[in-house]
Each structure stands twice: as structure tokens, then as C-alpha cells.
């Protein structure tokens, strides 16, 4: 197999297995490709130098709701970021009323100014929006063109085709591989191959069965066994389909 881990966070500071290490072990496991996530205007930065000599690793940088109380400012730190070598989109950014870590109008309004920021440099983006669709999709709405992918969905049948309507990608993760939800379930089964990519954010959300470890990108490959039992194909075929698509979604070469 040949794989995609869209999302993971191998390049932090925080990141508490040794990354050489944790590279090898995802190129063993059949992971060629590692995007690795930007969270706010440090970590971004901490993004963009790590993937500069990681041949197998991308950038992506952008400013999480939880932080978003820090400022639309912090986007004119990721504006000079952007045009360097080997960022390939923007995100995570998104709405999150589950913790509600910074308030709803600075969330909405840093929101709006990293879709201007892709759309400017024509980027798609990673979104994450965790109990926040009512809001979510009128700021998606009014943009024309937009390209990405909702991070860690666990949403509803009901907003998983509403954001199959609007073109956008479908991130699955390892809670997939242990959610006892059984509607949780039947959407992830209903993700339309051709609009799924794989993830881990590691060191988070490790799938089933290496619960109670640390999350590396080489625990994609369980997500992708998961998947491909879910959808009744062979983990080959479905690690092709979700490797064109994230190729196609990020442009990586």
C-alpha cells in the first residue's frame, strides 16, 4: 500500500516520539506522504522549517479556533509564511463550539480571513468545525471555489452531504476504528471513496487495536483496513483511491 496521512502534528515541539524514528516507521508501514499541520503562528513556522528536510513531508499552516481569542493578526504572520517551499494549504482553521476556547465572533471572523488567505494563493484548506455547521456553512457560502477537506468528521449523515454538495474531501481518522456509535458508523461507511482521505493527527485519536499509545502517522495504515472492511474493498484499492485524492487535493508531487 501506499498511503496519506493528511493530518498529523509530527513537527511539534510537543511531539513526544523521536521523529526520525517515527519517519522511518511510516515509510516501513507503507506511508510515503506526511502532511504536517499547523495549529497557530509558532507551530505553523515549526511546520514549515521541519518539512524542509523531510523529503516525505508537507506544510500546511493556519490558525486553530481555539486560538483565535490571539487576533486576526496572527494571519499576517502566516501571510509570510505561505510562499515558502512546501506549504500546500491552509488550516486548521474552522469553528469549535464544543469548547468554546475563544469567542464565537473572533472564531467567525479569523475564519473569513484564512479562506481570504488561500483564496489569495490559491490553496485548499483544512477545516475543523466541531459542533459549529449552523454557522459554518453561510461563511463557506459565501466564497466561490473553495477547495478542502473537514478534518477528524464525525458529524452527521446530514452535514456529510452537505459538504459532498459544496466538492469538499472527508478526513477519517483512528475514531472511526473505535467509535461504539453505530450512526457514527453508517456515515463513515457512506463516505463516497472518491471524496475520502485517510489521517491520524497524531500524537492524537490513536485507532484501534494501539489505543493507549502515542499516534504516529505509520497507524495510518489501520485507519485504511478499517475503511476498506467498512466499504467492502480490498485496503489496496481503497489506498489508491485515497492517495489520488489527497495527490489531487494538495497538489503533491
Known sequence: MQLVDTHCHIHSTDYPLDKGEVIQRALEAGVGQMICVGTDQEDS???????QDQPHCWAS???????????VDAVDALARLI????VVAVGECGLDYFYNHSPRDMQA??????I?????????????????FDDFWPIFDGYQGLRGVLHSFTDSQAN????????????????????KDAEQT??????????????TDAPFLTPAPKRGTVNEPAF???????MAHLHAISPQELSAATSRNATYLFRLT
Do not use: C, W
Open 61 to 71: 499552516i493556519g490558525l486553530h479556533p481555539h486560538d483565535a481569542k490571539t487576533g
Open 160 to 179: 456529510l452531504e452537505k459538504a459532498l454538495a459544496r466538492g469538499l474531501y472527508i478526513g477519517v481518522n483512528g475514531i472511526a476504528t473505535f467509535t
Open 220 to 226: 495510518v495504515s489501520l485507519v485504511a483496513e478499517y
Open 45 to 51: 513556522a515549526a511546520s514549515v522549517r521541519f518539512v
Open 186 to 199: 453508517a456515515m463513515f461507511r457512506a463516505i463516497p471513496i472518491e471524496k475520502l482521505l485517510l489521517e
Open 116 to 132: 481570504e488567505l488561500a483564496v489569495g494563493h490559491d490553496l485548499p484548506l483544512i477545516f475543523h468545525v466541531r459542533e459549529a
Open 83 to 86: 510562499d515558502q517551499p512546501k
Open 109 to 114: 471572523q479569523l475564519l473569513h480571513a484564512q
